[in-house]
């Protein structure tokens, strides 16, 4: 991608990395599935995964552009959502994954991060009890920017 607002592919490009960096574990975007398609071992005991969670692109109130607002710069964000029958391995499985992401830079955006304009970066552990087996998720939000190789490009020339 050269600049421009395929957000689609920068979140392929992103659940791809995930998906290469764990391997032997299930991510999914955007949504949680059916208890019935939740991973589970042969014991039938539920097995981590994770779901990655994208959002809208936003408008960046410092990079504006004067050619108008197909040259601004935007920022989308990314919420990683480890989900684990115990609160402790879904810590450390949000935990890797952030610290994984934490500078990642898809092609055409800038290196990811937790920024607090993005919403809460904090990352929080829940418990679902009303599912079985009881899920305990963790989740972290990240942000990039979006359409920023062409800020402040110089105005065209007139012919």
Known sequence: MSGGFDIVSLQDNITAAVEAFIPNTLVMEDTIPDDKDLPMDAQGNLKPYVVLR???IRPSYTGKSL???RYDEYWASCDVVAIAPRSRVARQLNAAIVD????????GVSPMSMR???GDPAQFVV??????????V????LRYTVN???IGASIPTPV
């Open 54 to 56: 994208y959002g809208p």
């Open 67 to 69: 050619m108008g607002p």
């Open 100 to 107: 994984m992401l934490i500078g990642f830079k898809p092609d």
């Open 116 to 118: 607090t304009d993005a």
């Open 127 to 136: 418990s679902s009890n009303e599912s079985r087996p009881t899920q305990f």
């Open 138 to 141: 963790a989740s972290t939000r």
């Open 148 to 150: 920023g190789t062409n």
